[in-house]
T-cell receptor, first 116, second 113 residues
């Protein structure tokens, strides 16, 4: 079974530029999550999708971050414009439908973003 | 609201020694508790989870954790460390009815030959 795929694995940009990350979840997983993991901290949930609908985006900085999952499969996370404090690893995870507490989340390898 | 505190950002043990990684939680509702492991340049992998059934939870790779409500703790242990256990370990909490996970800041485990 293929795991969660993410690309690119690494990205370096200058502040005020835009960047996009892509995630393809495990086949059949209706729930998709994006996390931000700043160096030295644990992952923080940015947004959760159930199919193509948003379940929770309470911690997404909506003035600069956006995410979509138009067909309920793969997803993109965009930052526009980027700030220095956005430097982090962005993790995508997927799970079967249901609450995050009940169903195991499977994580991708992450995209490491460096903002200069 | 839920949160977890991991005591010790770095832990070193000798190969074959006991591994003990500490996690204390705070939750206003019955919690679900999790331990994840992250190897370098990889995503997180679930080691084990507590979902209000047995208080002693066994996970993969010989790890286990015990839920102690009186101490609000969920410490991770392994009787004998292997070199392959060197990684970052994260404790996380979630409400049993919710979707939001709250991760700790992680503990980096080093295994000394």
């Amino acid at each position: 079974e293929a795991g969660v795929a993410q690309s690119p694995r690494y990205k370096i940009i200058e502040k005020r530029q835009s960047v996009a990350f892509w995630c393809n979840p495990i086949s059949g997983h209706a729930t998709l999550y994006w996390y931000q993991q700043i160096l030295g901290q644990g992952p923080k949930l940015l947004i959760q999708f159930q199919n193509n609908g948003v379940v929770d985006d309470s911690q997404l900085p909506k003035d600069r971050f956006s995410a979509e999952r138009l067909k309920g499969v793969d997803s993109t996370l965009k930052i526009q414009p980027a700030k220095l404090e956005d430097s982090a690893v962005y993790l995508c995870a997927s799970s079967l439908p249901g609450t995050a507490a009940y169903n195991e989340q499977f994580f991708g390898p992450g995209t490491r973003l460096t903002v200069l | 609201a839920q949160s977890v505190t991991q005591l010790g950002s770095h832990v070193s043990v000798s190969e074959g020694a006991l591994v003990l990684l500490r996690c204390n939680y705070s939750s206003s509702v019955p919690p679900y508790l999790f331990w994840y492991v992250q190897y370098p340049n990889q995503g997180l992998q679930l080691l084990l989870k507590y979902t209000s059934a047995a208080t002693l939870v066994k996970g993969i790779n010989g790890f286990e954790a015990e839920f102690k409500k009186s101490e609000t703790s969920f410490h991770l242990t392994k009787p004998s460390a292997h070199m392959s256990d060197a990684a970052e370990y994260f404790c996380a909490v979630s409400a049993n009815t919710g979707n939001q996970f709250y991760f700790g800041t992680g503990t980096s485990l080093t295994v000394i030959p």
